[in-house]
């Protein structure tokens, strides 16, 4: 229906400005960073929205000891 599809693209779109958030924070350092949503904005243009799409569906490997 309209509204699961609706949070689906939702729950994408904002995976995407938490990933991206979680790599500004670790990168800087920085709380205030992690919510800069203007260049978290410019970040996923920088990279490409296609190759973020991509990385996401790459499978992991699970290794256990």
Do not use: M
């Not at 992690?34 to 490409?48: E, N, S, T, Y």
């Not at 296609?50 to 569906?57: E, P, Q, R």
Request: aromatic share 16%; net charge positive; with cysteine.
């Amino acid at each position: 229906t309209f509204t699961q599809n609706c949070a689906i693209i939702l729950f994408v779109i904002f995976g995407i400005f938490l990933e991206i958030g979680i790599c500004r924070l670790a990168k800087y350092g920085s709380f205030g960073e992690a919510f800069r949503f203007g260049q978290i904005l410019d970040d996923v243009k920088q990279i490409g929205i296609v190759k973020i799409l991509l990385f996401f569906n790459l499978p992991r490997e699970n290794k256990r000891d």
